[in-house]
């Protein structure tokens, strides 16, 4: 439900402005926001499960007071730059959180030249994020609503998937060359 929510942000935005007053459609993102967290709360989810729901009821609240559409266009920067810190942090402090995942979700034994390619990961992931923040901040200010629409729905959907076949592939011919060498 959380993806769906994430994909029709923009573009339902968008279109229920042109057919309703800015507030009024803020005060409808506002109140799914809640009635999402509440689910999530009675749900019995944990803490972190609670943050983004929360997070958007923030933002709105502040969009709402403002009256300020910028403010509901910074939402996806704000999460883009979240994960940007996230991917840094563990760059820097060795967390190998790409290997972690990774290994969660990944059933079969990796080679020891995945290993190591996984483990060093994060760095890959941190420069990507920081792309995506920075045309997150581009679109917001310099394109049209529409573009906003498109890139914070399924634009940066693309720019991953793009980035991740990059990495296999990087990782397949040349990390995995090296390595064996």
Do not use: C, H
Not at 7 to 31: D, G, H, R
Not at 100 to 111: D, E, R, V
């Amino acid at each position: 439900m959380a993806k769906l929510l994430s994909l029709l942000y923009a573009p339902l935005f968008i279109v229920l402005m042109y057919n309703f007053e800015f507030k009024a459609v803020v005060l409808i993102y506002l109140f799914l926001s809640v009635i999402f967290f509440i689910y999530r709360y009675i749900k019995k989810t944990s803490l972190r499960d609670l943050i983004l729901p929360l997070f958007y009821i923030v933002m709105l609240l502040s969009a709402y007071n403002f009256a300020s559409f910028e403010i509901v266009k910074l939402v996806p920067v704000t999460l883009s730059a979240v994960f940007f810190v996230l991917f840094v942090d563990s760059t820097l402090n060795n967390k190998e959180l790409i290997y972690t995942s990774t290994t969660k979700f990944y059933p079969k034994k990796l080679q020891d030249w995945e290993v190591d390619y996984l483990k060093k990961g994060d760095a890959y992931w941190a420069v990507v994020t920081m792309i995506n923040t920075a045309i997150q901040i581009a679109v917001v200010y310099f394109a049209s609503d529409y573009i906003w629409a498109f890139y914070t729905s399924v634009g940066w959907y693309i720019f991953f998937f793009s980035a991740l076949f990059i990495q296999i592939i990087y990782g397949r011919f040349v990390w995995r060359k090296n390595f064996e060498n």
